[in-house]
């Protein structure tokens, strides 16, 4: 049966489905996603990644961990819309977000295509990456990296700079990470990293 509210409109009580009052995952994300992450999380620039295709237990997780201050709130200009041009960062993006906008903002964003980043690659670089994705990452980042099925962002495609920003958190421990994927990137040298950047930089 479908929830309804009742609501008094000139001495009538009037049935109004509950779904009318639910979060509007689209209507969110164009507002509070899209000036830095492109329309429907597509982006454009390279400091920003790109978010749509992502799982959406990926994108509530990371929303969470946003929330909770355990991934790093770095500090970046607004790239478009009303706001372009000033400060802002993830933590204040998603600070007044509820449960159930998080939610809908995710299953929106998983709903849409992933749209990889066109950025340069050393060829050279990419074919040595083959062998160290498949010893280090494909267990977890499976399909070249491109599957959004795991609970991990997609890497094929992906702005390099963000993925090499990302793996530096790791490292320190400014993002956090599990012992499983730690004892697989300790064992991943500089040079390494390089040939993985250049792998996921030339996406599928």
Known sequence: MTRALLVLLSGA??????????????????????????????????????????????????MKSFKKKLRTCAEVTVLSGP?????????????????ADSEA????????????A??????????????????????CHENGGSSPDEDNGILAGQWMG??????AGFRSGKRPR?????QRLDKVTKEDEEALLHYFAKGQ
């Open 13 to 62: 009580a009037i049935a109004i489905p509950m779904e009318a009052f639910a979060a509007d995952g689209a209507t969110i994300a164009d507002q509070q996603c899209a000036q830095c992450h492109g329309k429907n999380g597509a982006s454009t620039d390279a400091s920003v990644p790109i978010i749509g295709g992502y799982s959406a237990k990926y994108i509530v997780e990371s």
């Open 83 to 99: 706001k372009k041009g000033t400060k802002s960062d993830m933590c204040k993006v998603v600070a007044d977000l509820s449960d």
């Open 105 to 116: 903002v995710a299953k929106y964003l998983a709903s849409q295509k992933f749209v990889p």
């Open 118 to 139: 066109k950025q340069p690659y050393d060829a050279a670089k990419a074919a040595k990456g083959v062998a160290v994705y498949k010893l280090r990452c494909e267990k």
């Open 162 to 167: 963000y993925i090499r920003e990302q793996i």
């Open 178 to 182: 599990d012992d499983k994927m730690m």
